[in-house]
């Protein structure tokens, strides 16, 4: 079998690329469009309920639920020096000059340090302040109680590949949305 693979070249590769496409092409065609709609309404309930949850923590330190979502960000992007507000609004899916402004106001109240990147002073690098780390660790044992609520009958390891899943369609979706603006 592997010297007829060997011998066939690059014939065979093309065909096996071509029924690849095939077979992805014939799964798309099989997707019931009621599904699709029910997903996407799914997931954006999931979405209004994961952002009133957001509301309530950013609450609980005195944010908005915006301003909750980018130290997020910065907490999850952040490696030691600082990421650039472009990076950021990037995550969060703003534009940057909503994150300047925003990360002025938590600068303010103790939560950000924005700093000049050292290589390229047009750049802003965002870092969490202590205080912030302080106050988002007070929210610790809330948001384990609360993960485990939510997610209890779904399982770690399930969780963990819906959430590759959905990242797999985040790209897709990503790629559609590029499409569709450039008249598909």
Known sequence: MHERQASCGMTCRTM?????????????????????????????????????????????????????????????????????????????????SFITTQSKLLEKKGLIRRQVDSHDARVVKLSLSDKAYKQIAGLASEERALNSFIFEEIGSEALEQLTSQLGELQNRLEKATVKLASGL
Request: proline residues 4%; hydrophobic residues 45%.
């Open 16 to 96: 096996q690329t071509k029924t690849k496409a095939e077979a992805r092409a014939s799964r798309a065609s099989t997707i019931d469009p009621d599904i699709a709609r029910r997903f996407a309404t799914a997931v954006a309930s999931v979405a209004v309920f994961l952002d009133e949850i957001r509301q309530f923590r950013a609450k609980s330190l005195g944010i908005s639920g915006p301003q909750f979502a980018l130290l997020m960000a910065v907490m999850d992007l952040e490696q030691g020096e600082g990421v650039s507000i472009r990076h950021v609004a990037k995550a969060v899916h703003v534009d940057p």
